[in-house]
């Protein structure tokens, strides 16, 4: 079956200008998460849906980071007046279960690059 | 969840069988192990994850040693696609469900 998608897969942005990163999780995925990937580093969590619900945005590094998942299946991460650090692989991931010992399953990645 | 220490970079030989070590010697007794790996340019790929038991699926093998405080991800027979960068993850089934990653051990696949 599909797997979890991305939207786009590159993004070039001047520093300043909004951004808004999309993920399609597998259908049915009632968990979805978002972590930031910098160069030569392994994923950092951002934050964390169950179906509608953001339970968990610990990780966002700063209010111009925002996560929606409004009807509890495609999320949109946006990041406003975007900055030279934000600079990162952006990436998605869906679990099947609310809680337990699932695998996360995750989307090839969104590449941020701000000029 | 409990820390994991793992090698920065190891090599093997294609064909051979590659042995990923992990250890954990802080994990508490609701916390799987799980291994992750990423390809390069590509999203993290789940690979196998336990509680106690060895495990098997068809990518790898886990074993965990009985104490728990460490494990080693086997790939039977490695190939140049398996060069990767490998997580070893301690998760509570409990709580946070968010995946803590380590630096991760590069394994590159020699021909």
Redesign the interface.
Known sequence: GAG?SQSPRYKVAKRGQDVALRCDPISGHV?L?W?QQALG?????LT?FQNEAQL?KS?LPSDRFFAERPEGSVSTLKIQRTQQEDSAVY?C?S?LYR???G???????TRLLVL | DAKTTQPPSMDCAEGRAANLPCNHSTISGNE?V?WYRQIHS?????II?G?KNNETNEMASLIITEDRKSSTLILPHATLRDTA?Y?CIVRS??G?????????TRLTINP
């Open positions: 979890v968990s998460f972590y580093q392994g994923p950092e969590f964390y968990d990780g990436l991931a679990s809680t337990g010992s695998a996360q399953y995750f989307g090839p990645g | 799987y799980y590509q999203g993290p790929q789940y994850h509680l960068v997580y089934i409990q946070a469900q968010k995946l803590v990653f380590g630096q991760g």
